[in-house]
């Protein structure tokens, strides 16, 4: 691979650059921070209305390590991947305490701090200080292998290892952050994983891939795994115009998240005897008003939601709330969905 890789790809870039509202010049390291950690996993379109909410109610990392963590999750919800949001105030609350409120420029302190692994410290150091360190994420993983004719699947750890040592290789000296951001719009807009558009990319010519006629099959698709359905019977419980909820633990999945109250389904249909035993409180007979479907990476969830009242107001370690009370409540995306089922079920129960 020619020395010169970052001239075409950075000439591209300042022509091409997808124009994103953490690209500030100059970097703002606060806001490079936030994106990095709601871009893990979730795709840039989906990001920036949540960071672009998510900046304006709090515009400062001393605002977001004051801020209440419940308020943090609820201004999350819909992006899912619940735990990066509790990473990143835990991230910031660190840098205030002890790094006067400045985010660190090198990767191995930004390596110490919660929910920052090798991708995330490198795509900090070099976007927000222009520092030389490497990036791989998936976008580039594609474009290096495609580059090199790299036909291992690039999730192997052998591979993996190898890709890191590439991408530290043609990094420049000078504009890391520029070169890295580039990489990124490179995989994300041409270098595409399917139909690459291979005529639009700057270094065609330098693609092993093109040249072997194989840029439609490197990397390897990921293998398939079967995932596993999950059954649980969420019961939308009501008394005098307010609704039960309940909060998820800290650990596992949603942490920290309220729902409405849900339990492992069984065989069968819950009578009202049944949904009393199992919510630990009396209620009517249950009705269902519907199903909602919920996957996650390695997993799929099916809700049966019912409806029914309940018969006392003692509810244990829940709570009630009213409408206006649950809205400001963080919820998963499932019982989102279900809070719009019952609001046009409400008259009938």
């Not at 801020?67 to 990473?87: I, M, N, P, S, T």
Request: a positive charge; hydrophobic letters at 40%; one cysteine or more.
């Amino acid at each position: 691979m020619p020395a010169p890789l970052h001239l075409p790809l950075i000439r591209w870039y300042r022509r091409h650059r997808r124009d994103l509202p953490w690209r500030a010049q100059p970097a703002n390291p606060y806001h490079v921070l936030v994106s990095e950690l709601m871009l893990q996993q979730t795709q840039v379109a989906t990001v920036i209305p949540y960071f672009l909410r998510f900046v304006v109610e709090f515009p400062t990392l001393a605002d977001l390590a004051a801020a209440d963590e419940q308020k943090v999750l609820r201004l999350w919800q819909g992006l899912g991947y619940y735990r990066r949001a509790r990473h990143l105030q835990a991230a910031a609350r660190r840098v205030m305490s002890e790094h006067g409120g400045r985010i660190p420029s090198d990767v191995a302190t930004l390596l110490t701090l919660c929910g920052i692994g090798p991708y995330t410290a490198g795509a900090i150091a070099s976007i927000a200080f222009d520092r030389p360190a490497p990036i791989l994420d998936g976008n580039v993983a594609r474009v290096l292998c495609r580059l090199d004719g790299i036909r291992s699947d690039p999730r192997d750890r052998s591979t993996n290892q190898l890709l890191w040592q590439r991408a530290r290789q043609i990094l420049p000296k000078r504009a890391a952050g520029e070169f890295n951001s580039a990489l990124m719009d490179l995989g994300a807009t041409v270098c595409t994983p399917r139909n690459p558009h291979c005529d639009q990319c700057p270094l065609r010519a330098n693609c092993r891939a093109r040249a072997a006629g194989l840029q439609h099959k490197i990397p390897p698709p990921r293998k398939t795994r079967a995932t596993p359905l999950e059954q649980r019977w969420t019961f939308a419980v009501s008394r005098r115009g307010r609704w039960l909820i309940e909060q998820r633990p800290a650990d596992g999945r949603w942490p920290s998240l309220w729902q409405f109250a849900t339990v492992n389904a069984v065989n069968g249909r819950p009578s009202a005897a049944a949904a009393s035993e199992l919510l630990g409180i009396s209620v009517t007979h249950p009705h269902p008003i519907g199903q909602v479907k919920h996957t996650l990476t390695h997993r799929r969830y099916l809700f049966t939601v019912f409806t029914c009242r309940a018969t006392a107001r003692s509810c244990g370690a829940r709570k009630w709330v009213t409408p206006a009370q649950l809205a400001s409540h963080p919820l998963p995306k499932p019982h989102v969905v279900i809070s719009r089922m019952i609001a046009v079920q409400s008259t009938a129960i």
